[in-house]
């Protein structure tokens, strides 16, 4: 079963749903910003992406400007953040078992299709 981290204001993120939606495959949308994920479960997604917590920050959005341009943070702190502040999300995320990607480009998805 396919999850998708979902905003449906994001043009990238409403591409790359219609991108499964065209494969015909069985999918979750989660959408995040309304039911943001737990530390656990935002953690097993940075594993599965192969990244680090920091590179899935939105450094553009204002609530990092506001709170954390600039700072050094660990990974756990960076992970507080993203809880606490869920637009800080990169967006979409794909997962499929236990791999998972960016959907920046929303081409990156065919990738697990």
Known sequence: MITIYHN???????QTLGLIEGKGK???VKEYLKNPPSKSELEEV???LGISPEQLIRKGE???KENFRGKKLTDSEWIDAMIKYPKLIERPIV???????LGRPP????ELL
């Open 8 to 14: 449906p204001r994001c043009s990238k993120s409403r």
């Open 95 to 101: 997962i499929d078992g236990s791999k998972a990607v």
């Open 107 to 110: 081409e990156n998805v065919l």
């Open 46 to 48: 940075i594993e599965k």
């Open 62 to 64: 204002p609530d990092y």
């Open 26 to 28: 069985d999918f979750v």
